[in-house]
């Protein structure tokens, strides 16, 4: 796979003994060791509060590392032309700004980084298309329905090329049919672009469809239990999520999950 | 049976709108009409409607002057509020520590004695229009600068993570997130502001007496009283109320256009 926004050698992302603690005192993430390949898909699951979401702050410079080190390449190397971030950002809702139409949404991004106002609009109007929402760039967010936002979000991560791409649970709030669309959808994006993706989901099958690679969590503070490929085929149609191989590998991210779901279990 | 589209789609009717309050109204001018002849009550302690509806007719040259020089007051002093508490309101926002050291003294505008203060404004500010005009400027600014505040407070901060993300300016996110997304608190702070503006003016011009060489309704409420021209003093009160009404209206049709601009609620 080639390695856009940075050396192949060099990892994107590289956690050693990783930590962060909250400013009350909550030790919310410890000794999280990482390292994720340029072009990678990795889908990072874990109980409620683990820490998932703060692990993707840290790595996007929201937070700040309390412990350990944390190198992000791809945050270095440069994104879409004229832009200075490297990384794209899709929370769990689709926060676009309402008095903004679709085209002026996605091309924000590029506004604050000083793209001039016609190639912001052709770049955005190229991810608009690339999230199938051609017919509705001239329309306001009150306008289009739930998928249709979070689409609108995805296209605003894009437009300025990430070579990182930070998804927290964006399709959580989407009936199962259309996150499983949207799900399709994100990974044609993905083969097409070859963008290092770090995605979040509480959702087996979601992880296992669209992931290379699966991180589960263990309850706070979070450490990773358990990292290991998806071994499936490259291209995977939707009816894939009725295949056996499929099953078995939902059943072991299952299974670790539910071994580590108590503090009990939780690893020292 | 056959079903029209009202019955699945009910629609408001104007008269629905309209007609309680109007009727309201009639109802109650008529009982205090009738009160006021029945149980013979003096024309300088309750004028009847009537009575009022002659002042208003016969001094309407003088009524009309009044209000047009307590608006001119109160429009002088809401416009200091809008720009004054709307740009406090801002530099509050800037940090926490600013907000600690500097809302109590916004604070103060709120609680403080107009009345009491008033004399202090015509030594300042000399009787008249000035005088008139802070009076309304210090009896409306709080709630602007409050819920300007508010306002920039509540923005959206996954958003605001967003703009950090994109290495936004500080300018680039008060102009094309945090104004946009307080406007809605801004407006409520301009319609509150708008009436007490009116009742600022007035209070200002018991004191300050008259404005430009022109009585206000403050000052032609004081003659009144003195006069005990009660159905003058309730003319000129009916009109402080409308002067008030018909700015807060202004206002709100102003900031309505705009919120449906930023397609923010009304």
């Known amino acids: 796979m080639s390695s856009p926004g940075g050396d192949a050698a060099v990892p994107c992302v590289r956690a050693r003994g990783l930590g962060h603690v909250f400013g009350d005192g909550t030790v919310a993430l410890d000794g999280i060791d990482l390292e994720i390949e340029h072009g990678a898909f990795v889908a990072l699951l874990g109980p409620s509060g683990c820490g998932k979401s703060t692990l993707l702050r840290l790595i996007s410079g929201l937070e700040t590392v309390s412990r350990g080190s944390l190198a992000v390449e791809c945050a270095h190397a440069r994104a879409g032309e004229g832009v200075s971030t490297g990384i794209g950002f899709v929370f769990q809702d689709a926060h676009l700004l309402p008095w903004r139409t679709v085209l002026e949404n996605v091309a924000l991004p590029l506004e604050l980084c000083d793209v001039p106002r016609e190639q912001a609009e052709q770049r955005a109007l190229k991810c608009i298309a690339d999230v199938e929402l051609g017919d509705a760039a001239r329309r306001f967010p009150d306008e289009l329905s739930g998928g249709m936002r979070m689409r609108v979000s995805i296209a605003r991560a894009l437009v300025t090329e990430p070579p990182l791409l930070l998804l927290d649970e964006p399709f959580a709030a989407l009936d199962e049919l259309t996150r499983q669309r949207l799900d399709e959808r994100l990974r044609d994006l993905w083969k097409r672009r070859k963008t290092t993706v770090l995605f979040v989901t509480h959702s087996l099958s979601e992880a296992v469809f669209l992931a290379e690679r699966a991180i589960v969590m263990s309850r706070r503070p979070g450490r990773i239990v358990l990292d290991r490929p998806i071994d499936l085929p490259f291209e995977r149609a939707g009816g894939i999520r009725t295949d056996v191989a499929f099953a078995r590998q939902t059943a072991v991210l299952y299974e670790a999950l539910e071994r580590y779901d108590s503090p009990e279990n939780a690893p020292v | ?266």
């Open chain 2, 1 to 266: 049976m056959k079903r029209s589209n009202d019955m699945t789609r009910p629609k408001t009717r104007p008269y629905s709108l309209v007609g309680p309050p109007v009727a309201t109204f009639v109802v109650i001018v008529m009982a205090w009409e009738l009160a006021v002849r029945v149980l013979d009550i003096p024309r300088f302690l309750v004028p009847p409607p009537s009575a009022v509806l002659s002042a208003l007719i016969n001094d309407l040259a003088t009524l009309a002057g009044s209000t047009m020089t307590t608006a001119r007051g109160a429009l002088f002093g809401f416009f200091l509020s809008s720009i004054i508490g709307t740009c406090s309101g801002l530099v509050l926002s800037l940090s926490k520590t600013l907000e600690r050291g500097l809302y109590p003294y916004a604070l103060f505008l709120q609680t403080v004695p107009i009345v009491a203060v008033a004399p202090l404004l015509v030594l300042w500010f000399g009787p008249g229009l000035r005088a008139v005009a802070v009076s309304a400027f210090i009896v409306s600014v709080f709630p602007v600068i409050a819920n300007t505040l508010s306002g920039l407070r509540g923005v959206d901060p996954r958003l605001k993570d967003l703009f950090r993300l994109y290495g936004a300016s500080r300018i680039d996110t008060l102009f094309r997130l945090d104004l946009p997304f307080a406007l809605p608190s801004i407006a409520t702070g301009l319609r509150v502001a708008s009436g007490l503006a009116v009742i600022g003016a007035i209070v200002g011009e018991f004191v300050a007496g008259f404005s430009e060489g022109r009585a206000g309704l403050g000052i032609t409420v004081l003659a009144a009283y003195r006069q005990l021209r009660t159905d003058l003093l309730f003319a000129a009160v009916i009109l402080a109320s409308l002067l008030g009404l018909a700015l807060f209206v202004a206002v709100n049709t102003a900031s309505a256009l705009v919120l449906r601009r930023f397609r923010a609620p009304v």
